[in-house]
């Protein structure tokens, strides 16, 4: 069983930074790619990044490419999402999920494990 438990969102206005933490709780988190979600009011829940398991590669949804980063700390059990330039549009409750597969996949039910959310709010 894998716990995690995002932190860092808040409120930001447009153009401004935040960065997201994702503790893991276990001693498995090396095992598990990392992924970072987000859902709007209203709408669907979407992709943003994803990392695999030693952090050598990863991926991002075009509308945060050059603008976000995933990054994650195995020794610290933590997954992060730099975000950089923030616009209203990113407004969301941003999720971390976890996935046992050597594969890094940003589909998200085929992730196993999620946090409860983090809500990020960008003012114009």
């Known amino acids: 069983q894998v716990q995690l438990a995002e932190s860092g969102g808040g409120l930001v206005q447009a153009g401004g930074s935040l960065r997201l933490s994702c503790a893991s709780s276990?001693?498995?988190?090396?095992?598990?790619?990392m992924g970072w979600f987000r859902q709007a009011p209203g709408k669907e829940r979407e992709f943003v990044a994803a990392?695999?398991?030693?952090?050598?590669?990863?991926y991002y949804a075009d509308s945060v490419k050059g603008r976000f980063t995933i990054s994650r700390d195995n020794a610290k059990n933590t997954v992060y999402l730099q975000m950089n330039s923030l616009k209203p549009e990113d407004t969301a409750v941003y999720y971390c999920?976890?996935?046992?597969?050597?594969?890094?996949?940003?589909?998200?039910?085929?992730?196993?494990?999620w946090g409860q959310g983090t809500q990020v709010t960008v003012s114009s």
């Open positions: 276990g001693r498995t988190f090396s095992s598990y790619a």
């Open positions: 999920a976890a996935d046992n597969t050597p594969v890094t996949r940003t589909t998200g039910y085929l992730y196993d494990y």
């Open positions: 990392i695999g398991r030693s952090g050598g590669d990863t």
